[in-house]
T-cell receptor
């Protein structure tokens, strides 16, 4: 069964450094998403992406964040200058279509900012 | 504001007992409703979803959920819990066609032998 994959599974970085989290969505899916879960808190929506554009973003997704689909398979989340409060589990998801189509989630990348 | 509430943070049940996990949402119309499960170290796996039609939906692993419009609820049930069901369960809703999921806080299920 096709699945969303994410790399790395765990990333440790120093405050102020740039990080790129990588995701490979399911191949025939057209919509891509990033969510995050700070330890002990809810899963929160960050951004959705379709047709090489951001279609929706939350208040969390400020200028420090960016997303990109650099090729036909990868979908990345970049944090330009990490802060301690960026430490969280980051989940990538993808879906075939819109209108609340089922989103399939990857296993997550645990980001630790020191 | 739109919100999703899972009132129970932790639930412990005995293996073989029945289970009901509660989920309530706040929204002016009927949203799209989902239940996901997260095992330790794993991602979020979809258990079931409700978009329209029959208000009782069947999912994987023997789970079912019932949408009750009058109570703004979408409770998850299983008639007989297995030890492997121990995990964290998340209710999620999509309030509009933008497809952004809003999650509840999660319920951690522990299963006693």
């Amino acid at each position: 069964e096709p699945e969303v994959t994410q790399t790395p599974s765990h990333q440790v970085t120093q405050m102020g450094q740039e990080v790129i989290l990588r995701c490979v969505p399911i191949s025939n899916h057209l919509y891509f998403y990033w969510y995050r879960q700070i330890l002990g808190q809810k899963v929160e929506f960050l951004v959705s992406f379709y047709n090489n554009e951001i279609s929706e973003k939350s208040e969390i997704f400020d200028d420090q964040f960016s997303v990109e689909r650099p090729d036909g398979s990868n979908f990345t989340l970049k944090i330009r200058s990490t802060k301690l409060e960026d430490s969280a589990m980051y989940f990538c998801a993808s879906s075939v279509g819109l209108s609340a189509d089922t989103q399939y989630f990857g296993p997550g990348t645990r980001l630790t900012v020191l | 504001a739109q919100s999703v509430t899972q009132p129970d943070i932790h639930i412990t049940v005995s293996e073989g007992a029945s289970l009901e996990l509660r989920c309530n949402y706040s929204y002016g119309a009927t949203p799209y409703l989902f239940w996901y499960v997260q095992s330790p170290g794993q991602g979020l796996q979809l258990l079931l979803k409700y978009f329209s039609g029959d208000t009782l939906v069947q999912g994987i692993k023997g789970f079912e959920a019932e949408f009750k419009r009058s109570q703004s609820s979408f409770n998850l049930r299983k008639p007989s819990v297995h030890w492997s069901d121990a995990a964290e369960y998340f209710c999620a809703v999509a309030f509009n066609a933008g497809n952004m999921l809003t999650f509840g806080g999660g319920t951690r299920l522990m299963v006693k032998p």
